[in-house]
């Protein structure tokens, strides 16, 4: 295990709705990384957060937001969900922002969101 | 922009037999890091080995090892004596050079199922 924890596991939202993801970093990792997962695909980058600043982006429109707090727990915000959100959403850590270099990313067992 | 490919949906192995889980990629900058993950039914993401790109020799982690070929732009995972609970999918994925973005690349993936 990674010491990454997300929740919740399993959440189910009508199109519209809005919701609030949960990631907890490993101990000692100050930067947190969101990423979607649809089926049958491979993570996308959504953003990276450090310090409590967002640090990147992906191409992901503004709906998709977050936060990072002191302890470096982090939250991702989706509004007016729609039917293509639908995924497996996947929180990673890593002790740097600086990409490359050997930096690992781990990641925690995600969650998977379902718009109906 | 920085892609990764890898071609085989899906593999079989017999258990205890080697395996070969191809990935090749694509970037113009000299600098950037190779990663495999393994991603089980349950859906976490398992770092599983890295090589960087200016490391002369393949990485090797227990059972796994990368075959790194630069010249090629692939970096193939290799699992020797297949166990049951190699059963899963296996994402490659790139970072980009250091300082110079945040956000890891991933291919679609493999399904290795490991046949007893």
């Known amino acids: 295990e990674t010491g990454v924890t997300q929740s919740p596991t399993h959440l189910i939202k009508t199109r519209g709705q809005q919701v609030t993801l949960r990631c907890s970093s490993q101990s000692g990792h100050n930067t947190v990384s969101w990423y979607q997962q649809a089926l049958g695909q491979g993570p996308q980058f959504i953003f990276q957060?450090?310090?409590?600043?967002?640090?990147g982006r992906g191409n992901f429109p503004p709906r998709f937001s977050g936060l990072q707090f002191p302890n470096y727990s982090s939250e991702l915000n989706v509004n007016a969900l729609e039917l293509d959100d639908s995924a497996l959403y996947l929180c990673?850590?890593?002790?740097?922002?600086?990409?490359?270099?050997?930096?690992?990313?781990?990641f925690g067992p995600g969650t998977r969101l379902t718009v109906l | 922009a920085q892609k990764i490919t890898q071609t085989q949906p899906g593999m079989f192995v017999q258990e205890k037999e080697a395996v070969t889980l191809d990935c090749t990629y694509d970037?113009?900058?000299?600098?950037?890091?190779l990663f495999w993950y393994k991603q089980p039914s349950s859906g976490e993401m398992i770092f599983l080995i890295y090589?960087?790109?200016?490391?002369?020799q393949n990485a090797t982690e227990g059972r796994y090892s990368l075959n790194f070929q630069k010249a090629r732009k692939s970096a193939n995972l290799v699992i020797s004596a297949s166990q049951l609970g190699d059963s899963a999918m296996y994402f490659c994925a790139m970072s980009p050079p250091l300082f110079t973005g945040n956000q890891f690349y991933f291919g679609t993936g493999t399904s290795l199922t490991v046949i007893p």
């Open positions: 970037t113009s900058d000299p600098s950037y890091g």
């Open positions: 990673a850590s890593s002790a740097d922002r600086a990409a490359g270099g050997g930096r690992v990313l781990f």
């Open positions: 090589q960087g790109s200016y490391d002369q």
């Open positions: 957060y450090y310090r409590e600043e967002e640090n």
